[in-house]
């Protein structure tokens, strides 16, 4: 078996780190079914390979025999295979069956390997040594796995295998978003019901039509709908407009799903709309564009939707992303090097987006470069704070500017959201502005106020905040009048004596109620 450089390097790393149950971690696409095969081969010992969905266990059996590995498949319609090297198992039909001897344990995707099923498998094998596979090693809420695995194995980053040309970087365009205020997070992302009522629109729906034909038109398409009615709902739109399209879903039977995705393959379709059919276990290498119409809170899916069409091949000019969900406002880019952590720090959130979205192409950027790398576009200092749009809603794709405080407002919007979905305290907020653009918010009644134009009454608005902030913490008045000074500029006045007395007077009615 003839690897690169990396992925050799990657397999002797996971065999040297075999006894503490390490995570071998590659982004989609760098090929982490062969490592693991190379692995598998290399060892030589009985192995169990699990995997969730019978596209990942054909994958891997497919790949196994291709190198000569006798294996047999443990799942609903296969004839077992008791004596082959590598029994490949769909962990749905496992937990019925009695477990075969194993050595090893390969877990394919296995940031879904903290379910309790996953976990009954594990214990009846207690002697064998454990692999994990993953492109996100995270849980969907974005923590680590660390309470089932030891040690990370990090193949290589995305940007990396962009730069050697094993992956494409994509080109994303990021529209509006819709707006997400007041939709709950459930177990790490948004709830589907409420999700689906903000996106399943006319309006928004006829916008991806729109945006594909002006950015990827002709180009196979997936795109990455919220449910199934969403998803049918994209794909009539794009069959209005006379483009070739299909749906898929969890109910599509397996030939009917085979054929949608050759047709897809071949160039006969163009979009195939599915509701969390093609995130995992799906491998199409001529995939030129991915729609993201479900918004997401998680990370973890937002990096597995995206690099469905990264992969580079003969052919392929590149990979492009048309957000319509908004997730690049609160992810970044997927090639952002990640600090991938197995102990209980949320991954993602520590590192700032850096983006600019280009004003005459749309195209999101890094802030480092000088001009858009697709058509030159070079922001002037006076553009920034001129003419900036919401990031909710429809329309054209515009500017992206983290500079922009109408941008700024927007995200802190979305941040707020996301804090009342997850009931965390108002901190919170606070806390992942700053991390974003590197400045503490300035906050009255809840909404980001523009320090460089603030009016008298939002300036009052803050100090009162402030005041009442420092009282229910003990500090002195003084320490309101600095940090206004921090975010202003200048010390407050015209309403300090005011505000102090309002605060005594309320203070004092507090005790009296008190002692009543």
């Not at 995200?411 to 503490?440: C, D, P, Q």
Request: net charge negative; proline share 4%; glycine share 8%.
């Amino acid at each position: 078996m003839i690897l690169r450089d990396y992925q050799k390097r990657a397999v002797e790393n996971v065999i040297a780190a075999l006894d503490r149950r390490p995570i071998l971690v590659a982004p989609t696409g760098s090929g982490k079914t062969v490592m693991a095969t190379a692995l598998v081969e290399q060892l030589g010992v009985s192995t169990l390979w699990l995997a969730h969905r019978k596209e990942l266990i054909d994958q891997a059996a497919k790949r196994l025999e291709t190198h000569g590995l006798v294996c047999g498949i443990i799942m609903a319609g296969y004839a077992p295979m008791p004596l082959a090297q590598v029994q490949v198992a769909s962990v749905q039909t496992l937990i019925r069956r009695d477990k075969p001897p194993a050595d090893l344990i390969v877990i394919d995707e296995c940031h879904h390997a903290t379910a309790d099923s996953y976990q009954s498998i594990l214990d009846a094998c207690p002697q064998a040594q454990v692999v994990g596979l993953t492109a996100t090693p995270f849980r969907l809420d974005g923590h680590g796995l660390g309470d089932l695995f030891g040690e990370l194995v990090v193949a290589a980053y995305p940007h990396e295998l962009c730069e050697d040309g094993v992956l494409h970087r994509p080109k994303v365009w990021a529209s509006k978003s819709p707006d997400l205020r007041g939709v709950q997070v459930i177990a790490g992302d948004y709830s589907v019901g409420a999700l689906a009522q903000r996106t399943n629109t006319q309006e928004l729906n006829a916008d991806i039509v729109a945006t594909w034909l002006k950015r990827a038109a002709g180009r196979r398409t997936v795109a990455f709908a919220v449910d199934v009615v969403h998803s049918k709902a994209i794909t009539e739109v794009f069959r209005q407009a006379g483009i070739p399209s299909e749906h898929i879903d969890g109910t599509t039977p397996r030939d009917e799903r085979d054929a949608i995705l050759a047709r897809l393959a071949s160039g006969e379709t163009l979009i195939v709309s599915n509701c969390m059919v093609l995130t995992e276990g799906w491998d199409l290498p001529a995939l030129e564009c991915a729609i993201i119409a479900r918004p997401t809170a998680s990370l973890n899916l937002h990096l597995q939707m995206i690099g469905r069409v990264m992969r580079a091949v003969d052919g392929k000019d590149g990979a492009i992303v048309l957000d319509h969900a908004g997730n690049h406002h609160v992810h970044g880019l997927v090639t952002r090097r990640l600090n991938y952590s197995l102990n209980g720090e949320k991954v993602g959130h520590s590192e700032p987006l850096g983006l600019r979205r280009c004003a005459e192409c749309g195209l999101l950027f890094e802030l480092h470069l000088e001009c858009c790398p697709e058509c030159g576009w070079t922001p002037a200092p006076e553009q920034q704070r001129r003419d900036r749009p919401d990031i909710h809603g429809t329309g054209d794709l515009s500017e992206f500017d983290d500079s922009s405080f109408e941008y700024r407002r927007e995200i802190w919007n979305l941040i707020e959201a996301e804090r009342e979905a997850m009931g965390y305290r108002e901190g919170w907020s606070y806390f992942r502005f700053e991390e974003r653009f590197g400045t503490k918010p300035v906050v009255a009644d809840g909404e980001l106020i523009d320090p460089v134009n603030a009016t008298l009454e939002q300036k009052r608005a803050v100090y009162q905040r402030l005041l009442s902030v420092a009282r229910e913490r003990g500090f002195a008045d003084g320490w309101a009048a600095h940090r206004y000074r921090e975010s202003f500029g200048c010390w407050p006045r015209g309403f300090v004596t005011q505000v102090r007395g309002e605060a005594m007077r309320e203070r004092i009615l507090a005790r009296q109620e008190a002692c009543s």
